[in-house]
């Protein structure tokens, strides 16, 4: 198998070939039909009038897809790649619409299912699924059929199903660079006629593709495992259940962040970086000892499939999952301790001849001339030290959470059929409570982001009254912890109508209840404990919120012939608003909450028009053409111009439209070639920062479209 990607501006084209054993008759085969259950029915590929990219097993094998970070390389339009802070994280976007900011406020806007059961959060998505049968990427808003925030499509991750008809096993072993290491097998074993057992997992390892001859770990590698029990049966020729229980453990290295001869070194910390170079580096010295972060994932799902009638079906799904996460941060090695207790201890002319360690020691003696309130009075005695901890990366041997005790619980009933030849239909009912939390970190005083968290008091130091205010609001902007309780409802409908052989009209609805309770605590810096500079008191943020929406879709398909369907669709979906994990600013007059820490939801109308269509038997192509209208896109941003970590989750309005196009052709028996290629624009509105005396960067691109 050969694969090419091409990356050329705002194009994005995937071709493949499979060569699987190239004999001399050029006789070509028929194209295999692929089904898929985006519908919530199992339907051929070709009948179903919205865009998706299905793998089926035999694509799954050659391609070598085994988790969510293989998928986006054969799916142009689907964009990961790992959160900058966070290497078991996962950011998602599909037609330039996704989730960027890793941390634990925000959901995936891309709905992630494993067999059925929702995933949210964009932290523990880096792992590997063994014994896949099937991946379905389901482009648009899915606002009608899928659960919780599928505004921009969903990733359906199908496993195998216990099989009672026979013996089967496998097992499939992988080598390559970077010592990449790969081990995976399933064993169905049948028990009696009507029930089996499942058994799958899989092990895969890869060393750093930037190697460490410093010490502790590399840079990129990873060490994945993962397993699977389902168990299956059939207590009548009606009535099916399964109950399947999982486990993913996935330890990742961080990320190389390379330091380019470009970098600003009027910044205050950027005469400490060393080696910057642009040339991509293969081997680096870290300056002290590099770790590496983790994600663990478990879950136990019970499903049941009941044909009451010949025409109508029920099923129910029940699912619990959990998951902890820790992450070791390094955002830049190539910095140098050394020389930054230089830069921090150095007397600088620009400073009055004082060097920072010496301001900041200054400031109770300053502020203890203005009457009122004083700093706290262990501050005078506080000793700095190093900090090229916390924010360039992590105090050593240690790591810090950002997934703590979550766990989910779901139910969803959907119910299908047909009422005659004319009338099919879809429709169900969705719970979904989550309790999740990001834990407190270790303890780790005096580091970079307490000096970054304290610029903005220094320019203040002969406005003594300003200086007192402005010590009152600092905020420790990394360590904050946040707990957020989650209820939502949805109760959903579609029906198919068959107005003639060839002419199809299909109306959905629904309806989403949710309901959030949020709460954060900040720290101060320095200290990490509730106690601001001034000795006062930090009062945590808490608030509930809720929403609703109304949600509908309309479509209209066509079959010009029996081989070549046309579609136009209307659809809407909605992603509920949250809580911001890195709100830093301080409660609004007779409010319990700062401006930057709750965000609104988001909604879009989509609208697309395409065809799908088998020319002859060896000849298929696939095309769609989309627009989206946000009005209150969540989009995160920078709210202060020095500390990167102090971000505020915003609505803007934004307008997204493109064209794709997948190509399959069978050129004879034994070779197959597959092509994709998507096209994405849009616009986004000036973004308004929650605090007015602090103007964000306006975007004039997207993120995550190339």
Known sequence: MARTIFNTGKVILATTTSLLALGVSAQAQELDEIIVTATKTSKSLQDVSMSIAAFDAELLSEYRIEGLEDIAQFTPGLYSYPAAANSSGLRVSLRGVGTFDPQLGLDSKVAIYTDGVYLGKVVGLAFDSPDLERVEVLKGPQGTLYGRNAVVGAINLISASPNPDEYEGKVKLDYGRFNEVGVSGALNIPMGDVAALRVSGQRNSRDGWVENLGEGSDWGGYERFGGRVA??????????????????????????????????????????????????????????????????????????????????????????????????????PMVDPARIEGILNFPNPAQGGFSLNQLIG???????????????????????????????????????PTVDGHSQVSLEGTFTGSFGDKIDYTG???????????????????????????????????????????????????????????????????????????????????????????????????????????????????????????????????????????????????????????????????????????????????????????????????????????????????????????????????????????????????????????????????????????????????????
Do not use: C
């Not at 200054?362 to 262990?378: A, I, T, Y």
């Not at 190093?386 to 790591?399: K, V």
């Open 428 to 706: 169900g009912l969705y719970y979904f409570d989550e309790d999740t939390s990001t834990g407190k970190g270790p303890f780790n005083g005096g580091d970079a982001q307490d000096y970054l968290d304290l610029l903005g008091v220094l320019p203040l130091l002969r406005d003594f009254a300003g200086l007192q205010a402005a010590l009152g609001e600092v905020r420790f902007s990394t360590g904050n912890f946040l707990s957020i309780d989650t209820q939502a409802y949805a109760a959903y409908g579609q029906a198919i109508y068959h107005v003639s052989d060839d002419l199809r009209l299909i109306g959905g609805l629904r309806y989403s209840d949710e309901s959030k309770e949020g709460f954060q605590q900040n720290l101060s810096p320095f200290f990490r404990d509730t106690t601001d500079l001034l000795g006062n008191p930090i009062l945590p943020q808490s608030d509930k919120i809720s929403f609703d929406s109304l949600d509908p879709q309309a479509v209209i398909e066509y079959d010009v012939n029996e081989d070549l369907m046309v579609y136009a669709s209307y659809s809407q979906a909605f992603r509920s608003g949250g809580f911001n994990a890195s709100a830093s600013l301080l409660p609004e007059p007779g409010e319990t909450v700062g401006a930057d820490f709750i965000f609104e939801p988001e909604e879009i109308t989509s609208y697309e028009a395409g065809f799908k269509g088998d020319f002859g038997d060896r000849f298929r192509l696939n095309a769609a053409a989309f627009f989206y209208d946000i009005p209150n896109q969540q989009v995160t941003v920078r709210i202060d111009p020095i500390i990167s970590t102090k971000r505020a989750i915003v609505n803007a309005e934004s307008e997204v439209w493109g064209a794709e196009a997948d190509l399959t052709a069978s050129i004879t028996d034994d070779l197959t070639a597959r092509g994709s290629i998507t096209y994405v624009d849009g616009t986004i509105d000036d973004l308004v920062s929650p605090n007015p005396a602090i103007p964000v960067i306006t975007r004039d691109q997207l993120q995550g479209t190339p």
């Open 231 to 332: 168990f299956g049966i059939d207590l009548s020729e009606e009535f099916n259940f399964e109950i399947a229980a999982d486990y993913n453990k996935s330890t990742n290295e961080g990320y190389f962040y390379q330091s380019f001869d470009i970098a600003n070194p009027g910044s205050l910390f950027g005469t400490a970086v060393v080696g910057a170079t642009n040339d991509r580096l293969d081997e680096y010295t870290s300056f002290s000892e590099n770790g590496d972060g983790f994600a663990e994932q478990r879950g136990v799902s019970i499903t049941a499939d009941w044909d009451f009638d010949e025409d109508h079906n029920f099923k129910a799904t029940a699912s619990w999952r959990g998951m902890e996460s820790e992450r070791y941060v390094s955002l830049n």
């Open 362 to 400: 200054l400031v109770p003696l300053l502020v203890s001339f203005v009457p009122g309130d004083q700093v706290r009075s262990d501050f005078g005695d506080f000793v700095p030290r190093s900090p090229i901890t916390g924010l360039f990366q992590s105090p050593e041997g240690t790591r810090s």
